[in-house]
């Protein structure tokens, strides 16, 4: 792995708790949720790894399940003046700098990240700091005020473009806080990255050695992994890639396994685009071993439909960012946004002509 920076920080991991509701209670929720919204005008946005109800909720009534980013441009792009987001508090965050004006409420607004727990701002400050020689870049899984302090933000999507566009500028990285998208990007551009020792807890607990046993059995079976997970399941992998490129792999693939190393709540995407693919959970070690998450992000869990009703029927509390960071933030988002609009208009040409 590359040169880290820091010594890791110790996040305190919440247990996995999805609400159990009954067939009917739940039936009641969903149409009370779908009137709320209706009635208030307003759009819900869900990540991929959130609950399978809320995801159809969501796409039941206009929004969207997405990646993060794409998750505030769809709320950019939409009249409604609500955005209700189904995810972790980064992503609230980010939707309210690119959508200033609306309102941004979480079904539950203490759902957090350990990428971004585990970056402080002001530990994050001193590191950039020491080194002001270098290019900040930060991924989007960090708090509005990490991403205020940068030059750039990325998504695990668009992290090898902007970082091998940076190298062949000269550029040096400080990078955070992810290290092993860290490490894949470095390894891929061959960039000079100094990277905080940062991780999901998610990705981590993907174990190579377990993996090489389960491809043994299912020789036939395709892997596919997020950039977030350690280098030795990565380098098993037939494919890495963000959240919607995997997906995309599914769809395409003409292997009828695919074992994959990401949240276990993408699994529904992915069974509904692999027309009848069997969609299998790459080893985590297990519940009874050392795994904290086993492919379930524990803060992504705590969205439920009791939390969307509430907000709904609250309208509290809001995501609020001040204007002063708001504006900071804005200038490594736009960079990203501004980048990958060129890049689409170099591949596919200028369609405003």
């Given at each position: 792995?590359?040169?880290?920076?820091n010594q890791?920080?110790?996040?305190?991991?919440?247990?996995?708790?999805?609400?159990?509701?009954?067939?009917?209670?739940?039936?009641d929720?969903?149409?009370?949720?779908?009137?709320?919204?209706r009635?208030?005008?307003?759009l819900?946005?869900?990540?991929?790894?959130?609950?399978?109800?809320i995801q159809?909720?969501a796409?039941?009534?206009g929004g969207v399940?997405?990646?993060?980013?794409?998750?505030a441009?769809?709320g950019h792009?939409?009249?409604?003046?609500?955005l209700?987001?189904?995810?972790?508090?980064?992503?609230g965050?980010?939707?309210?700098?690119?959508?200033?004006?609306?309102?941004?409420?979480m079904?539950?607004?203490e759902?957090?990240?350990?990428?971004?727990?585990?970056?402080?701002?002001?530990?994050?400050?001193a590191l950039?700091?020491?080194?002001?020689?270098?290019?900040?870049?930060?991924y989007?899984?960090?708090?509005?005020?990490?991403?205020a302090k940068?030059?750039?933000m990325?998504?695990?999507?668009?992290?090898?473009?902007v970082?091998?566009?940076?190298?062949?500028?000269?550029e040096?990285i400080?990078?955070?806080?992810?290290?092993?998208?860290?490490?894949?990007?470095?390894?891929?551009?061959?960039?000079d990255?100094?990277?905080?020792?940062?991780s999901?807890?998610?990705?981590?607990?993907f174990?190579?050695?377990?993996?090489?046993?389960?491809?043994r059995?299912k020789?036939h079976?395709?892997?596919?992994?997020?950039?977030e997970?350690?280098?030795?399941?990565?380098?098993?992998?037939?494919?890495?890639?963000?959240t919607?490129?995997?997906?995309?792999?599914v769809?395409?693939?003409?292997?009828?396994?695919?074992?994959?190393a990401?949240?276990?709540?993408?699994?529904?995407?992915?069974?509904?685009?692999?027309?009848?693919?069997?969609?299998?959970?790459?080893p985590?070690?297990?519940?009874?071993?050392?795994?904290r998450?086993?492919?379930?992000?524990?803060?992504?869990?705590?969205?439920?439909?009791?939390?969307l009703r509430?907000?709904?029927?609250n309208l509290?509390?809001?995501?609020?960012?001040?204007?002063?960071?708001?504006?900071s933030a804005?200038?490594?988002?736009s960079?990203?946004?501004?980048?990958?609009?060129s890049?689409?208009?170099?591949?596919?040409?200028?369609?405003?002509?």
């Amino acid at each position: 792995m590359g040169q880290t920076a820091n010594q890791s920080l110790d996040i305190s991991v919440p247990k996995v708790r999805r609400e159990k509701i009954p067939e009917a209670e739940a039936s009641d929720l969903k149409a009370e949720i779908k009137e709320l919204l209706r009635r208030r005008k307003a759009l819900l946005v869900a990540h991929y790894y959130t609950d399978e109800e809320i995801q159809i909720l969501a796409e039941d009534t206009g929004g969207v399940v997405s990646d993060s980013l794409e998750m505030a441009r769809f709320g950019h792009r939409s009249e409604a003046k609500i955005l209700v987001v189904a995810g972790v508090r980064f992503m609230g965050e980010t939707a309210k700098i690119l959508n200033p004006e609306k309102t941004v409420l979480m079904p539950e607004i203490e759902a957090n990240c350990s990428l971004d727990l585990g970056c402080p701002p002001d530990k994050f400050q001193a590191l950039c700091n020491e080194h002001s020689d270098r290019t900040v870049v930060v991924y989007a899984n960090t708090s509005v005020a990490v991403k205020a302090k940068a030059d750039w933000m990325v998504t695990s999507g668009s992290a090898v473009d902007v970082i091998s566009y940076l190298r062949d500028k000269g550029e040096k990285i400080l990078w955070a806080p992810d290290k092993y998208l860290g490490d894949y990007v470095q390894k891929k551009t061959g960039a000079d990255m100094l990277m905080w020792n940062g991780s999901c807890v998610v990705h981590e607990e993907f174990k190579a050695r377990e993996l090489q046993n389960m491809r043994r059995l299912k020789p036939h079976a395709a892997v596919i992994a997020h950039p977030e997970s350690p280098a030795g399941v990565l380098c098993q992998a037939d494919y890495v890639g963000s959240t919607t490129g995997l997906i995309d792999f599914v769809k395409r693939t003409e292997a009828e396994e695919i074992i994959v190393a990401t949240d276990k709540g993408i699994f529904r995407k992915m069974e509904l685009v692999g027309a009848g693919k069997k969609i299998i959970a790459a080893p985590t070690a297990g519940k009874s071993a050392t795994c904290r998450s086993c492919a379930e992000c524990p803060w992504m869990a705590m969205n439920s439909l009791i939390g969307l009703r509430n907000i709904l029927r609250n309208l509290e509390p809001q995501i609020t960012v001040s204007k002063d960071l708001a504006e900071s933030a804005l200038l490594p988002i736009s960079r990203l946004l501004d980048f990958a609009e060129s890049r689409r208009q170099v591949v596919f040409g200028n369609n405003d002509a």
